[in-house]
């Protein structure tokens, strides 16, 4: 963890998840690809290509993929540019019919036209013989064919990363791998493995993501790879992007000052060192005798004319840039354990030998994995502690360990996930979702509230005070049309006119195999008692909130048995389901300007928030019972204040236990937040006695109420105090 040049840029999970899609604001969307027939053929290999850049396009879940238009000429070429501006990039042979790559790129620019020309060649004695005839400035790089048709997958991630590197570094602080090399021949090889290796990390990365929008942030944000051919340009490139440098790769002998030098490469790397002290260097070189000076001045070495070349780059970027796994070492090197993503990386750190932790914590191993990964706050966070900060190893331990649970119940705060069966666990604060489709009027209202407390943050203004929206599960509006198609229920409950038997059909009808396997991993991870609560597409619509026109039920969700239990939660499911076409609802509906066919049903599974209550001794059947201290009612305008209290003070109503006290007009306090000691209701004993609150609500394991059955423990249970 040593100190970086300069801190990284705040970054706030919330703006980095809702803000994806300004990522990569350049993307190659069509190539104009100018060449022979043949040459086409050999590159496309018969569809082969297209095949690829569907292929990878789809698995990594862009929306875009490149198309690759031909033509023979470059006069065909030019013309086709200039009338269809949808061409991004151009992919040239070194000579076609009528011109040369070097013309065709002046003219392309002397056209006006913002496209780079790209060289792909097929021989590297062509090559040398070109660049020796002709000024090559206008082409923004050359490439040697070599028989792996992913060269042009290479080439638009390069142009891609060269364009929108500025932009995504300074956004939220992608990283850069900066590959610095002069022979057309090596850097042809090396871009197609890195880029192979990074789109192996981005498939491993999207398979972890939280939601849709996460798995698009991992994508997109994977590190940029930046080429340099000489000395003045690579120094220029570290310059621009030091604070975001993941690692170089260097070759040992390229240009300098317009001289071919033996020593540009270990200048370059102590240069990088001095601003970066902690980055890790590769230098490659086909003489060996740079392999001992290398390691002596602490940088890796690659021997380019190795037959396993490849491969061991492959490694490099596994071990030293932080793909793949994290290995724990001990400072001989020998490992000790290993981590595949975040929460085995946790789990790991409170098992590893102290030495371990010292050793990656020095060399800065924590927050470059992380970077690599795309937890750019959590590698933020890491980066600028040094050992020397802590007292013990044991300290820094803790402190790490301790970082990582926050960043994660921060993601858990900010974040809607998508559940996950298999990785649920029941953190803190989490709000996840099942399904595809909407979340509903009521979870939307519940997701911008948890929006509002992020923004705001009113734990750092009023110390002590906790404020957060209970953990939750949504079922999408998705999962309640698939439950009506595949028991064909809609034409039943749209017209039917008796509720019981709607009630009766839904209840009968079955969930489906996968919703089942997901609940019960969700009750397999929570003990508490849960609502289970209907959130409609209409349901608190800001001109129509529909309140009370549909079903909620409380579990006490505390049988023994985990089936008894899942049965129970899959009944109140399905009567929320058959609420949304009870006459009531239907009566509600046809007095606004909505159809009931619009209508689509979310439902919210909820912690209900309590404490475990001893026996209430006025009743002798009572035992323990779980409900809240109070819960109530807050409004922004009191529509009849008394003086001092004025319209905009705003109202509250508080009761014992659970809500229904108030919402169905019970007795409870009410009183203004900003007055609240002045409670006109309880101006004299007579008042008190006439207005004090004499039952509470609480969830139970008795049944009250038609809607409830044995089974079920549906109803919220009416507990008396014997008050009054």
Same mark, same amino acid.
Not at 57 to 64: G, R, Y
Not at 697 to 709: D, E, F, I, Q, Y
């Given at each position: 963890m040593s100190v970086a040049h300069q801190p990284d840029p705040i970054v706030d999970p919330e703006r980095l998840f809702e803000g994806f899609e300004n990522l990569m604001p350049f993307r190659v969307q069509d190539i104009l690809l100018v060449s022979s027939l043949y040459d086409s053929f050999i590159l496309r290999e018969d569809g082969r290509l297209n095949e690829?850049?569907?292929?990878?396009?789809? !698995?990594?879940?862009?929306?875009?993929?490149?198309?690759?238009?031909?033509?023979?000429?470059?006069?065909?070429?030019?013309s086709m540019a200039r009338s269809q501006p949808r061409f991004n990039l151009i992919v040239a042979n070194l000579e076609v019919e009528d011109m040369d790559a070097a013309q065709l790129a002046r003219e392309v620019k002397a056209a006006g036209l913002d496209v780079p020309v790209v060289v792909l060649a097929y021989d590297y004695r062509e090559i040398k013989n070109f660049v020796a005839r002709n000024p090559v400035t206008d082409i923004q790089q050359i490439f040697l064919w070599q028989g792996n048709v992913r060269i042009l997958i290479s080439i638009v991630k390069y142009i891609e990363d060269k364009r929108?590197?500025?932009?995504?570094?300074?956004?939220?602080?992608?990283?850069v791998i900066l590959v610095v090399e002069d022979n057309i021949r090596y850097y042809s090889s090396f871009l197609p493995t890195i880029y192979t290796e990074l789109i192996t990390q981005s498939r491993r990365l999207l398979s972890e993501g939280l939601n849709v929008?996460?798995?698009?942030?991992?994508?997109?944000?994977?590190?940029?790879?930046?080429?340099?051919?000489?000395?003045?340009?690579?120094?220029?490139?570290?310059?621009?992007?030091?604070?975001?440098?993941?690692?170089?790769?260097?070759?040992? !002998?390229?240009p300098r000052e317009g001289e071919l030098s033996a020593e540009?490469?270990?200048?370059?790397?102590?240069?990088?060192?001095?601003?970066?002290?902690?980055?890790?260097?590769?230098?490659?070189?086909?003489? $060996? +005798?740079?392999?001992?000076?290398?390691?002596?001045?602490?940088?890796?070495?690659?021997?380019?004319?190795?037959?396993?070349?490849?491969?061991?780059?492959?490694?490099?970027?596994t071990e030293q840039f932080g793909f793949g796994d994290f290995a724990f070492?001990?400072?001989?090197?020998?490992?000790?354990?290993?981590?595949?993503?975040?929460?085995?990386?946790?789990?790991?750190?409170?098992?590893?030998?102290?030495?371990?932790?010292?050793?990656?914590?020095?060399?800065?191993?924590?927050?470059?994995?992380?970077?690599?990964?795309?937890?750019?706050?959590?590698?933020?966070?890491?980066?600028?502690?040094?050992?020397?900060?802590?007292?013990?190893?044991?300290?820094l331990r803790r402190e790490v360990i301790a970082s990582i649970v926050e960043y994660r119940e921060e993601q858990s705060q900010v974040l809607i996930g998508d559940f996950n069966a298999a990785t649920f666990k029941a953190t803190e604060g989490f709000f996840l979702r099942i399904g595809g489709g909407s979340l509903g009027g009521k979870a939307r209202g519940l997701a911008f509230i948890r929006h509002l407390l992020h923004k705001f943050r009113p734990a750092s203004r009023f110390p002590?005070?906790?404020?957060?929206?209970?953990?939750?599960?949504?079922?999408?509006?998705?999962?309640?049309?698939?439950?009506?198609?595949?028991?064909?229920?809609?034409?039943?409950?749209?017209?039917?006119?008796?509720?019981?038997?709607?009630?009766?059909?839904?209840?009968?009808?079955?969930?489906?195999?996968?919703?089942?396997?997901?609940?019960?991993?969700?009750?397999?991870?929570v003990n508490y008692p849960l609502a289970v609560r209907s959130s409609s597409l209409l349901e608190d619509s800001r001109y129509q909130p529909f309140t009370g026109v549909y079903e909620t039920f409380m579990l006490a969700n505390q049988h023994p048995d985990l089936l008894v239990r899942l049965?129970?939660?899959? !009944?109140?499911?399905?009567?929320?389901?058959?609420?949304?076409?009870?006459?009531?609802?239907?009566?509600?509906?046809?007095? $606004?300007?909505?159809?009931?066919? +619009? +209508?689509?049903?979310?439902?919210?599974?909820?912690?209900?928030?309590?404490?475990?209550?001893?026996?209430?001794?006025?009743?002798?059947n009572s035992g323990k019972r779980f409900y809240p201290d109070f819960s109530g009612v807050v409004r922004s305008h009191n529509f009849y204040p008394v003086a001092p209290m004025s319209y905009g003070d705003g109202i509250a109503a508080v009761a014992l236990g659970l809500g229904r006290a108030v919402v169905d007009g019970g007795k409870c306090l009410t009183f203004c937040p900003r007055y609240?000691?002045?409670?006109?209701?309880?101006?004299?004993? +007579?008042?008190?006695?006439a207005n004090s609150q004499r039952e509470f609500w609480g969830p139970g394991t008795r049944s009250h109420g038609a809607a409830s059955g044995p089974r079920t423990q549906l109803a919220r249970i009416l507990l008396r105090t014997g008050c009054g």
């Amino acid at each position: 963890m040593s100190v970086a040049h300069q801190p990284d840029p705040i970054v706030d999970p919330e703006r980095l998840f809702e803000g994806f899609e300004n990522l990569m604001p350049f993307r190659v969307q069509d190539i104009l690809l100018v060449s022979s027939l043949y040459d086409s053929f050999i590159l496309r290999e018969d569809g082969r290509l297209n095949e690829l850049l569907i292929g990878e396009s789809l !698995e990594l879940e862009q929306h875009q993929i490149p198309g690759i238009t031909h033509v023979s000429t470059g006069a065909e070429a030019l013309s086709m540019a200039r009338s269809q501006p949808r061409f991004n990039l151009i992919v040239a042979n070194l000579e076609v019919e009528d011109m040369d790559a070097a013309q065709l790129a002046r003219e392309v620019k002397a056209a006006g036209l913002d496209v780079p020309v790209v060289v792909l060649a097929y021989d590297y004695r062509e090559i040398k013989n070109f660049v020796a005839r002709n000024p090559v400035t206008d082409i923004q790089q050359i490439f040697l064919w070599q028989g792996n048709v992913r060269i042009l997958i290479s080439i638009v991630k390069y142009i891609e990363d060269k364009r929108n590197v500025m932009h995504d570094t300074r956004a939220i602080g992608v990283p850069v791998i900066l590959v610095v090399e002069d022979n057309i021949r090596y850097y042809s090889s090396f871009l197609p493995t890195i880029y192979t290796e990074l789109i192996t990390q981005s498939r491993r990365l999207l398979s972890e993501g939280l939601n849709v929008a996460h798995k698009l942030v991992r994508m997109r944000a994977r590190p940029k790879i930046l080429l340099a051919t000489n000395y003045e340009d690579a120094a220029e490139q570290v310059m621009q992007h030091r604070d975001y440098l993941l690692g170089v790769v260097s070759d040992v !002998e390229f240009p300098r000052e317009g001289e071919l030098s033996a020593e540009a490469g270990f200048v370059l790397a102590r240069m990088i060192r001095e601003e970066v002290a902690d980055v890790p260097i590769v230098l490659q070189s086909s003489r $060996t +005798e740079f392999r001992a000076r290398a390691h002596a001045e602490g940088f890796s070495f690659l021997r380019k004319r190795s037959p396993t070349l490849l491969r061991d780059l492959r490694r490099f970027l596994t071990e030293q840039f932080g793909f793949g796994d994290f290995a724990f070492r001990l400072p001989d090197r020998s490992e000790v354990a290993r981590a595949s993503d975040l929460n085995e990386l946790e789990a790991r750190l409170g098992e590893v030998p102290a030495e371990c932790i010292a050793y990656h914590s020095e060399r800065n191993h924590f927050s470059r994995w992380l970077r690599a990964r795309t937890e750019f706050a959590l590698a933020q966070r890491l980066r600028p502690r040094k050992i020397s900060d802590f007292a013990t190893v044991e300290d820094l331990r803790r402190e790490v360990i301790a970082s990582i649970v926050e960043y994660r119940e921060e993601q858990s705060q900010v974040l809607i996930g998508d559940f996950n069966a298999a990785t649920f666990k029941a953190t803190e604060g989490f709000f996840l979702r099942i399904g595809g489709g909407s979340l509903g009027g009521k979870a939307r209202g519940l997701a911008f509230i948890r929006h509002l407390l992020h923004k705001f943050r009113p734990a750092s203004r009023f110390p002590g005070v906790r404020i957060a929206v209970p953990p939750s599960v949504v079922l999408a509006t998705d999962v309640f049309d698939r439950f009506l198609s595949e028991n064909n229920l809609l034409d039943f409950a749209m017209n039917s006119t008796d509720d019981a038997q709607i009630q009766q059909r839904f209840v009968e009808a079955p969930l489906s195999s996968g919703l089942r396997d997901d609940l019960l991993a969700f009750l397999g991870e929570v003990n508490y008692p849960l609502a289970v609560r209907s959130s409609s597409l209409l349901e608190d619509s800001r001109y129509q909130p529909f309140t009370g026109v549909y079903e909620t039920f409380m579990l006490a969700n505390q049988h023994p048995d985990l089936l008894v239990r899942l049965e129970q939660l899959m !009944e109140a499911i399905k009567r929320v389901y058959a609420s949304t076409f009870s006459q009531h609802a239907k009566g509600y509906v046809r007095a $606004t300007p909505y159809r009931l066919e +619009e +209508e689509k049903m979310a439902v919210i599974l909820q912690q209900v928030v309590g404490t475990i209550h001893g026996p209430l001794n006025l009743d002798a059947n009572s035992g323990k019972r779980f409900y809240p201290d109070f819960s109530g009612v807050v409004r922004s305008h009191n529509f009849y204040p008394v003086a001092p209290m004025s319209y905009g003070d705003g109202i509250a109503a508080v009761a014992l236990g659970l809500g229904r006290a108030v919402v169905d007009g019970g007795k409870c306090l009410t009183f203004c937040p900003r007055y609240p000691r002045n409670l006109v209701q309880f101006s004299s004993v +007579e008042d008190i006695l006439a207005n004090s609150q004499r039952e509470f609500w609480g969830p139970g394991t008795r049944s009250h109420g038609a809607a409830s059955g044995p089974r079920t423990q549906l109803a919220r249970i009416l507990l008396r105090t014997g008050c009054g």
